[in-house]
């Protein structure tokens, strides 16, 4: 089986860039911060503390997290809910972030991810799948872009939905950069061996074009 690995902070377009990449070879494509998200609903929806490791792990036994793919399209599911859209939220996002600096939500969701790679060609993308989840991927790449560019994408995304402010999305991904890059456990980091695909400036179809070239090189 081939792994591609994708890690990079958030708004560097790695969901997007990945899912294109994923259907140009014919791979699944794995959003594993939607599996982070689904804890994090869990634990809002239960009223415990995304942050508190006393409240969320003794819940991670009624937690039944589960990916489906409909036509190629990844849904993610608690217990028999498709949760996909629900958990596509700023407060879901906070909440994810936080959940996913406990050591034992990330063992929690190790196996499942490494079950999927194992039985699948994949384009997995997360924070720390070049380094944790995946340290034998074929190959690795961290996909970045400026702090400015990746909060005006995220701004715009959020626009389309109702209405969102610059300045408070700007602070919300510094946020959580801040968050993920520090935390003690699988921070969100370069792997030695992966490509730098810097995103700024480019569009979309410039990185996916990127992207394939650094796999088919790496690949050959
Ligand atoms: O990529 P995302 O915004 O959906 O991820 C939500 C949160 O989950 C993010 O703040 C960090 C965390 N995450 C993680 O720690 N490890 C991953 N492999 C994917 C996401």
Redesign the pocket.
């Known amino acids: 089986m081939i792994s591609i690995a994708i890690?990079g902070p958030?708004g560097a377009g790695?969901?997007t860039i990945a899912r294109r990449v994923a259907q140009k070879l014919g791979y699944l494509y794995v959003?594993?911060?939607?599996?982070?998200?689904a804890i994090a609903l869990h634990m809002l929806r239960a009223g415990k503390n995304p942050a508190s490791p006393e409240e969320v792990i003794p819940q991670l036994e009624a937690v039944e997290v589960s990916l489906r793919y409909v036509e190629g399209e990844q849904q993610v599911l608690l217990g028999a809910e498709n949760v996909s859209e629900s958990i596509r939220t700023p407060e879901v996002?906070a909440a994810?972030?936080k959940v996913?600096a406990i050591p034992r939500v990330?063992e929690f969701l190790l196996s499942l991810q490494r079950d999927i790679a194992e039985q699948n060609d994949v384009v997995m993308?997360?924070?720390?799948?070049g380094t944790v989840?995946l340290p034998h991927a074929q190959v690795k790449i961290f996909l970045t872009a400026s702090l400015e560019e990746r909060a005006r994408r995220r701004w715009k995304e959020l626009l389309e939905k109702g209405s969102a402010d610059f300045g408070t999305v700007l602070a919300d991904v510094k946020k959580?950069d801040e968050?993920?890059s520090t935390r003690a456990i699988?921070p969100?980091a370069q792997a030695a061996d992966a490509v730098l695909v810097d995103t700024t400036g480019i569009t979309l179809e410039q990185s996916v074009d990127r992207m394939l070239a650094v796999i088919r090189e790496r690949l050959s």
């Open positions: 890690d958030a790695k969901s959003d594993t911060g939607a599996l982070y998200r996002a994810a972030s996913s990330r993308d997360g924070r720390d799948i989840v959580r968050q993920d699988a969100l």
